[in-house]
């Protein structure tokens, strides 16, 4: 999983990351088994599903945060990702009962960006992929780090010094917008290509 996402992180072309689990499981974190050898590391062993932009999550899914049966800590991040998505009740109920949830549970509370029905959950993500990546990548950079900065950063370094990206992809998202409303006049949009 390292290298998938360096290689992301290497490819200029590369827009959209997606990750799924095989055989009808996801790991949204760390494998406890390793830990067992590897011990633990709060900055590194962080929530893979909780650092996501976005979840595709199916009605049949069963999830919680079952560190908790076992003693383990959510991570450094993972406590304050599920704050910031749920609430701090919602989190908390998670966080300390370590109960289970379901998909469609998820999906009400607002863990889950999409429902889907069995099995099809790595194929919608794939169409939301190829749809996202459609779009004019700079301004879709700046809402994004904007939205998340506004949530989860007021007033802090980390939130100026992204601030500061944003404000350098807007020389290319202003470029985007020239091209967006040139086809917008024609009655295309800039996914269409």
Sequence with gaps: MAAAIDA???????KVLVFHGEGGSFCSGFDIDEMGDKGYNTLKDA???LACD?????D????????????VPQSLYGA????????????????ITGRLISGEDAHQMGL???LTSTGTALGEAMKLAKSISKFPQNALIMDKLAAVNSHLNPNSEESMRDEAVMTSLLGGAIEDMKEGVKKFQ???????G
């Design 8 to 14: 992301f992180d290497n490819d200029d072309q590369a």
């Design 60 to 71: 049949t899914a069963v999830m919680g945060c079952l560190g908790r049966r076992f003693g």
């Design 80 to 95: 304050r990702r599920l704050t910031s998505l749920l609430g701090l009740s919602r989190a908390l109920d998670l966080l």
């Design 47 to 49: 929530s893979l599903a």
């Design 54 to 58: 976005l979840r595709i999550i199916e």
């Design 186 to 192: 024609k009655g295309r949009s800039l996914s269409d």
């Design 112 to 114: 889950a960006a999409k």
